[in-house]
């Protein structure tokens, strides 16, 4: 994840008006919740993401479960990696500046995984 940057504004009489600075800051709002079972140790995850302030062409998600876990699937548009309980989930798709989408996760566990914490979220520009 990139480290912030504050925009700056530089006033210039041979620029063009009406200009726009973006950095991209808490851009994506996420929720979480399981979305049942397949009785075969198979849990559903869903991820919100909801999008606000400009165009995106990317969304990247790292999320803390309660329990480790194997991603069985993803969306055809989703990249997953796990590292211990932590999962990154990167979706290579657009979202308008007002877009929604919900990400659904398929997870084997020994215990149901629940989503402890969203620890980072990064948007493309």
Known sequence: ?????????LCSEDSFEGVFAASGANCLSVTSW???TDGSGVYRIVFRVEHTGH??????IVATMS??????ETPGDVTSSVSGNVITLTRNNQLNDTGLTEIWV???A???PTVVSVTATECVH
């Open 110 to 112: 020994a215990t149901q």
């Open 55 to 60: 165009q995106s062409y990317g969304q990247t």
């Open 67 to 72: 329990t480790s876990f194997t991603v069985v």
């Open 34 to 36: 399981l979305d049942g």
């Open 1 to 9: 994840m990139e480290t912030y940057i504050k925009p700056s504004v």
């Open 106 to 108: 398929k997870m084997s």
